[in-house]
C-alpha cells in the first residue's frame, strides 16, 4: 500500500537515534503515529539513552518522516542529539511500538513539571468526560513529572504514582499507543487515583463536606487563608481584592512588606491588573507558567497591602487542574504565596503541613498524591525583550544548559542566597530547584537532600565538588563533609561572569561587569561592584566601585541609613550636610556609627552597588530599614513612573595602576543637591540609574582600550533591576560591545552555581 504512494518509488530504511528529554512524553506514540501518516514502516523503542527508532519507505516519504520528526515534537520533548544511518532493508510493512530493550534506562531525561495541556483542560470541563471536574487529569503531554519521581527508570513504580493502581480504563488509555495517555506515568481518574480531602484549621478531615473545592472557594470568598497543596509544595491563598484577609496572611506569616504573587484565571484576567505585551504574553502562557513581573495598571481592584510599595504584580495563570477549578469563579485573583514561615523551605507534606501551618492557615486543601521533590513557583520578567529567569525552579528544573565543552562530572554548590545546585553530566549542566537561603538547618538539609536526589535521577556522581570561596558558608561546610571529594573553591563573581559565559554558550575571555549584594573577595574584602576580564578558567580585577565601610557590617545590609551615613562620610567627611528626613537615628547613634567609620570597627568594606542602592534609597527617603532582601533599591526603581531625561549623576573614574577605581563622591554629593533643591525620589532614581549606566559603559570603554575585548558579560542580582540592565543594554550595544545578558539561568545567585560547576570542570580537568 506504501508503496503506491505518490513520488520516488526507491526503498530506504534509516536507523534513528534520538536523546534528550524523549521518555514519558508521548515520544513513541508521536512516531507511531507520523510513522502511519507517511506509511513508513519500521519501529520504535526507548533504549538507555533515549529512543531509537528503524524507519523504512520510499525516500519522499521518508524525508517527511524525518522532518516532522524533528520539528513536531510533542510540547515537553527535548532532543539533544539526533542522529541517522542508513541500515539495510527488512521489508517492513506496517509500523510497530516495541517493548523498551533490555538495558537500564539510566540516562535518559526527566520533565520537569508541566501545566494542564488544553485538551486536558477541555476533558476537564466537559461534564460528558469521565474526569469532569477531576483535579488531577494529566497525559503524555503535561502534569506532574519531576516532583513524583523518586527514582530512575522513569516509569510509575518509581514515581509517587506508585500508590494508587490503575483502574481498567486507565490502564486501557495506558497502554494503547494510540492514545493521549499511552505510557503517561501520573494517568489517573476519580476511580483509582488521588483525591482531594479540606482540613480543619486543626487538621482533622471535615467529613461534612460533599465538595471539599467548592468549601474551599467559599472560605476563600469569606476572607479565609487556605493551605492548597499544589504541584510543587503548599501555597497561602486569600482573595486578592480582600484587603482584611491579606492584612491577616501578613500577620500570620510574619511578612511586611514583600509583595504576594497572584494568580489569575487566564490572560484576558491578567489584563484586568496589569499591562501585557507579546513576549511577556508569550512568557506567562509558556507551559513552565512562571510568576511573571508586570507592570500594574492604574486601576486594578486588588489590595494595596499585596504589593505595598511596587508599580507591578507578580502574576501566574493556573497551571494544575486544581488551579483551574478554583479560579474557574469570579476571584479577580487570587493571592498564591509559597507555604512557609520567614526564610524556611516551601512546605511540601500533609503531616507538615498542618504542624508548620498551624495558626496560619483556616483549613487545608491538600490531597493525597505525595509530592517527592518540593518545587517554588519560578519567577520570570521579560527584560531588554527577552525573558529573563529570576527564580528557575518549578517548570523548568531539570531541563538542562548546554554547555560549550563536556568536562567531569561536578557538583556545584551554589551561593548562600537563593541557592541551587549544579551536577554536570558530559557537556550538559543540571540546575537544582531553588532551595533557598542558607541560613538555617531546614534549608541546609534540603541542600543535603536536593545534591542526593540529583546525583540519583541523573545516575552521576561527582568527581570533584564546587564551593564558594567563603569559609563560612554552609554549602563550603558541606563540601567538607564529603571529604572523599576533591573540592575547588569559586570567588563569587568570578562564578557569577562564568555563569553569564556559559549561559550564552560563550567560552572567551570576556569583561564582567557583575554588580551584586555582597561577595567574599580573594582579598579579603566585601566585594559586589566589579569589572572582572576573565573566562572559565581564571580573572583579574580590572575595575570595581570605590569601597565604603559597612558600619555594624550585616547590620548595613538591614539599614539602607547606615550605607546612607557611610556614603555621606565618604563624600563629605566630618562636615556632613544636614538631611531633609528623618532617619530615625537619635544624635548619640550617629555619632556612634561616625566613630565606629572613622575607627574601622566592625566596618568591614565593600565594593557592593547593591549597598551603593542602599545609601542612594535611603538618602532620597525612599526606605531606611529593609524587610527583606533588595527592598530598597527596588524601591529606589520602582520610584521612577515613567522614562525621563535627566542628566546622569557622575562617578570619578581614578587609575590605581592598571586598575580603574569608581568613585561615587561627586554622584553622593549631587544627591544632596537634588534632595535639599526639594527634588523628589523618582527624580533622584533616574539620575542614579542615569548614572551608573554611563560609568560600566566608561569603564568598559577603557578596558577595551587595555585589551582589545568587544564582550561584556552583565551578571548579579543589580541586573535584575530592568531599567539599569536595559539602559546600559542600549548604551554598549551602541558603542558596538557585544552584550551578554541571562537568559536560562538568573542573574543573582540562583544562577550561581552554574559558573562554579563550569570553572571547576576546567580547572579539575587540566589536572
Ligand atoms: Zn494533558
Ligand atoms: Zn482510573
Known amino acids: 500500500m506504501r508503496r503506491g504512494l505518490k513520488g520516488s518509488c526507491e526503498l530506504q530504511r534509516k536507523r534513528i537515534e534520538i536523546e534528550g528529554i524523549v521518555q514519558g512524553v508521548g515520544f513513541r506514540p508521536f512516531v507511531y503515529q507520523i510513522a502511519r501518516l507517511y506509511g513508513v514502516g519500521g519501529w520504535v523503542c526507548n533504549t ?17 518522516f524525518l522532518v516532522d520528526l524533528k520539528e513536531k515534537t510533542p510540547p515537553l520533548a527535548e532532543i539533544t542529539r539526533f542522529d541517522v544511518v542508513d541500515c539495510s532493508l527488512q521489508g517492513d510493512d ?113 467529613t461534612d463536606i460533599d465538595d471539599p473545592i467548592a468549601a474551599t472557594i467559599d472560605l476563600l470568598r469569606q476572607g479565609g487563608i487556605i493551605a492548597i497543596k499544589g504541584l510543587g509544595g503548599f501555597h497561602l491563598a486569600v482573595d486578592a481584592c480582600h484587603s482584611e484577609a491579606v492584612a491577616e496572611l501578613r500577620r500570620r506569616k510574619a511578612r511586611d512588606e514583600k509583595p504576594f504573587a497572584l494568580m489569575v484565571r487566564d490572560p484576558a484576567a491578567a489584563r484586568e491588573l496589569v499591562h501585557i505585551d507579546e513576549g511577556e504574553e508569550a512568557l506567562l502562557t509558556s507551559t513552565a507558567r512562571p510568576i511573571v513581573l508586570l507592570d500594574q495598571v492604574s486601576d486594578h481592584g486588588i489590595s494595596s497591602l499585596v504589593a505595598p510599595g511596587n508599580r507591578s504584580f507578580g502574576v501566574m495563570l493556573p497551571y494544575t487542574p486544581l488551579h483551574h477549578l478554583l479560579l474557574h469563579t469570579e476571584f479577580r485573583a487570587l493571592v498564591m504565596t509559597s507555604a512557609n514561615i520567614s526564610d524556611e523551605p516551601i512546605v511540601f507534606r500533609n503531616d507538615d503541613a498542618s504542624r508548620r501551618l498551624s495558626g496560619i492557615a483556616d483549613a487545608y486543601l491538600v490531597h493525597n498524591r505525595r509530592i517527592h521533590t518540593r518545587t517554588d513557583d519560578s519567577i520570570a520578567r521579560v527584560l531588554a525583550g527577552r525573558p529573563m529567569l529570576l527564580r528557575r525552579s518549578r517548570g523548568y528544573v531539570p531541563r538542562a544548559v548546554s554547555l560549550p565543552h563536556a568536562q567531569p562530572a561536578v557538583l556545584a554548590l551554589g551561593a548562600e542566597l537563593k541557592n541551587t545546585l549544579c551536577l554536570t553530566q558530559a557537556d550538559r549542566a543540571f540546575l537544582s530547584q531553588h532551595i533557598g537561603d542558607l541560613k538555617n538547618r531546614e534549608v541546609y538539609s534540603a541542600l543535603e537532600q536536593s545534591a542526593a536526589h540529583l546525583e540519583e535521577i541523573l545516575a552521576t556522581r561527582p568527581a570533584v565538588l564546587a564551593h564558594d570561596l567563603h569559609p563560612d558558608y554552609l554549602s563550603t561546610h558541606y563540601a567538607q563533609q564529603r571529604d572523599e571529594l576533591p573540592r575547588v573553591a569559586v570567588q563569587h563573581h568570578h562564578a557569577h561572569l562564568a555563569s553569564c559565559l556559559a549561559d550564552n554558550g560563550v567560552d572567551a575571555t570576556t569583561i564582567g561587569v557583575i554588580f551584586d549584594g555582597i561577595g567574599l573577595g580573594p582579598d579579603g574584602t566585601i566585594w559586589g561592584g566589579e569589572f572582572l576580564v576573565g573566562d572559565f578558567e581564571d580573572f583579574r580585577r580590572a575595575g570595581h566601585l570605590a569601597c565604603l565601610p559597612m558600619p555594624g557590617g550585616d547590620a548595613a545590609t538591614r539599614e539602607p541609613r547606615r550605607m546612607a551615613l557611610s556614603a555621606l562620610l565618604h563624600a563629605y567627611g566630618n562636615d556632613i550636610p544636614a538631611l531633609t528626613h528623618d532617619d530615625g537615628f537619635s544624635e548619640q547613634e550617629r555619632k556612634l556609627l561616625q566613630r565606629m567609620v572613622e575607627r574601622k570597627l566592625n566596618s568591614p568594606l565593600t565594593s557592593s552597588c547593591g549597598r551603593l542602592f542602599d545609601a542612594v534609597a535611603a538618602l532620597a527617603g525612599v526606605r531606611q530599614i529593609v524587610s527583606y532582601e533588595g527592598q530598597a533599591a527596588l524601591e529606589l526603581e520602582q520610584a521612577i513612573e515613567k522614562a525621563e531625561e535627566a542628566a546622569a549623576y557622575r562617578f570619578e573614574i581614578q587609575s590605581e595602576g592598571d586598575l580603574l577605581v569608581c568613585d561615587p563622591t561627586p554622584l553622593i554629593r549631587q544627591v544632596m543637591e537634588d534632595v535639599c533643591a526639594g527634588r523628589d525620589a523618582a527624580w533622584v532614581s533616574i539620575r542614579f540609574h542615569n548614572g551608573l549606566a554611563d560609568v560600566i559603559a566608561e569603564v568598559c570603554r577603557r578596558i577595551r582600550v587595555q585589551t582589545g575585548l568587544e564582550r561584556v558579560a552583565l551578571s548579579g542580582g543589580v541586573f535584575q533591576n530592568r531599567i539599569l540592565t536595559e539602559k546600559t543594554f542600549r548604551i554598549l550595544s551602541g558603542q558596538g560591545f557585544d552584550v551578554l545578558l541571562h537568559r536560562q539561568v538568573p542573574p543573582n545567585d540562583g544562577g550561581l552555581s552554574l559558573g562554579q560547576a563550569v570553572i571547576a570542570g576546567r580547572r579539575f580537568g587540566k589536572n
Open 48 to 64: 538507555s539513552r533515549g529512543v531509537m527508532i528503524e524507519a523504512e519507505a520510499v525516500s519522499t516519504s521518508l524525508n517527511s
Open 94 to 206: 506496517c509500523f510497530v511500538i516495541r517493548e523498551s530493550v533490555a538495558a537500564v534506562q539510566k540516562t535518559a531525561r526527566i520533565a520537569p513539571d508541566t501545566h494542564v495541556c488544553d485538551a486536558c483542560q477541555k476533558e476537564l470541563f466537559d461534564p460528558a468526560d469521565r474526569r469532569y471536574r477531576y483535579p488531577f487529569i494529566n497525559c503524555t503531554h503535561c502534569g506532574p513529572r519531576f516532583s513524583i519521581v523518586t527514582g530512575i527508570p522513569y516509569d510509575r513504580a518509581k514515581t509517587t504514582m506508585v500508590d494508587f493502581p490503575m483502574c481498567a480504563a486507565c490502564r486501557g488509555e495506558y497502554e494503547d499507543p494510540a492514545s493521549r495517555r499511552f505510557h503517561a506515568q501520573p494517568n489517573a481518574c476519580p476511580v483509582c487515583g488521588p483525591q482531594v480531602r479540606l482540613l480543619s484549621a486543626q487538621g482533622q478531615a471535615l
